[in-house]
């Protein structure tokens, strides 16, 4: 273990490296193409970017002692210009009820990330985070506690996927950008780690199995349904009224549920892909019939699916979780409006499963 005092050194220098870092400077986020350049901006042949490019994204390297086959002088060319991120995995926990496991990473400027690898039948699914802490403060979220402390490069967001397929030892087939962050506040890096993680010379997970949650940055909604991505875009709506919604989601007094329901549908006009509602329910908050009645109404003509997830409670707060019988009388009136609504299995409920938890856990200790 490092001392307190090193740790807290390297955490500032590291930081103010973080704070200037943007993917230009960092070989891992860069895309083919612009490593290509890269390295004949370097006085290399671009079938170097091609090996370096696989190196990384297929094989996983480390570091670059792990590219056998790059001479030395050009990886002290890349080491001088450019920065090369990696994890270091502090803890993982394993659920003894479902196998589902979750990872706090630290990155090199001492920063504390969590993950989450969940197994389904259809396949193996990773939540990653898209920064560190956040700054939307919704009300039942432990991950906005502290505020935003920086955004994470592309390159940090798929080195979470990275450990865990080199831990696991097995392939990773869904990605969530559901962790700790706010994606839509980190727009340009969350772009770029799409294009990186759906290339054909890296893990090339299809748009279609990549899901992007939000708490409802209307501008940004827009600008991503323009890109015409085939990702599913998940809205944390929460509420059915705008006063609700302001009570437990500050972002809802920037943006109308009217201007939301609009983004989502344009969503869909764009893209052509179902959007994905969360709503957790909190006990006496926003569970009952009526609130049922009044999503139904809000959503009811859009094509999208609801998923129903009893809030799961942080200590510094008092939320309480909605009871089973709640949850299934909200499921069954929606579904009687003919919407889809399905209850999300909690996964890892006996290892800090909820959103920023671990991390949080881990700093206080
Ligand atoms: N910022 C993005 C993604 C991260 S949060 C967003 O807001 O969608 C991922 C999801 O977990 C969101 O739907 C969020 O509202 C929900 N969430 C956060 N804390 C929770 C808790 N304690 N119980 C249930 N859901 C929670």
């Given amino acids: 273990m490092k001392s307190q005092e090193t740790s807290l050194k390297q955490t500032e220098a590291g930081a103010k490296e973080a704070r200037k870092a943007t993917y230009h400077t960092d070989l891992k986020s860069l895309t083919l193409a612009q490593l290509q ?26 570091n670059y002692e792990d ?28 659920s003894q009820i479902d196998g589902t496991k979750k990872y706090l990473f630290e990155l090199a400027d001492g920063n ?11 396949g193996n699914s990773v939540c990653i985070s898209s920064q560190v802490g956040c700054r939307m403060g919704c009300r039942f979220c432990a991950s906005t506690l502290d505020g935003l402390e920086r955004n994470l490069l592309p390159s940090e967001m798929l080195d979470q996927i990275y450990a865990i397929t080199l831990e696991t030892g097995e392939r990773v087939s869904n990605v969530v950008v559901m962790g700790t962050g706010e994606p839509m506040d980190n ?15 890296g893990l090339h997970i299809s748009q279609r199995s990549i899901t ?25 709506l929460h509420a059915a009224t705008d006063e609700k919604r302001k009570e437990l989601m500050p972002v809802a007094n920037r943006y109308s549920l009217e201007e939301l329901i ?37 959503i009811g003509s859009l094509n999208c699916h609801v998923n129903l997830i009893p809030v799961n409670p942080i200590k510094e707060r008092s939320f309480v979780q909605s009871g089973r019988r709640e949850v299934e009388a909200f499921q069954r009136k929606l579904q009687q409006r003919g919407i889809n609504a399905t209850v999300r299995r909690e996964m ?18």
């Avoid at 890349?78 to 394993?94: A, F, G, I, K, V």
């Avoid at 504390?112 to 259809?122: C, F, Q």
């Fill in 212 to 236: 992007v949650s939000t708490c409802g940055i209307v501008p940004r909604m827009r600008e991503l349904a323009r890109q015409k991505l085939q990702i599913t875009l998940a809205l944390s």
């Fill in 37 to 62: 350049e890269a390295m004949i901006h370097m006085g290399e042949k671009p079938f170097r970017g091609k090996q370096m490019y696989g190196w990384m994204h297929q094989k996983l390297a480390r």
């Fill in 112 to 122: 504390l990330v969590e993950s989450v690898w969940m197994k389904y039948k259809h």
């Fill in 348 to 365: 890892g409920r006996d290892i800090d499963g909820a959103c920023g938890q671990l991390r949080r856990r881990y700093l206080q200790s």
């Fill in 262 to 298: 609009e983004a989502c549908a344009y969503y869909f006009e764009q893209t052509g892909r179902r959007i994905t509602f969360e709503y957790s329910l909190v006990r006496g908050v926003n569970d009952s019939g009526k609130d049922a009645e009044e999503l139904a109404a809000l």
């Fill in 187 to 201: 727009y340009e890096n969350l772009l770029q780690f799409i294009t990186l993680l759906t290339d054909e010379n």
């Fill in 67 to 94: 590219m056998t086959n790059i001479p030395a002088s050009l990886k002290a060319k890349c080491q001088e210009r450019y920065t090369y991120t990696s994890l270091h995995m502090l803890q993982m926990q394993e």
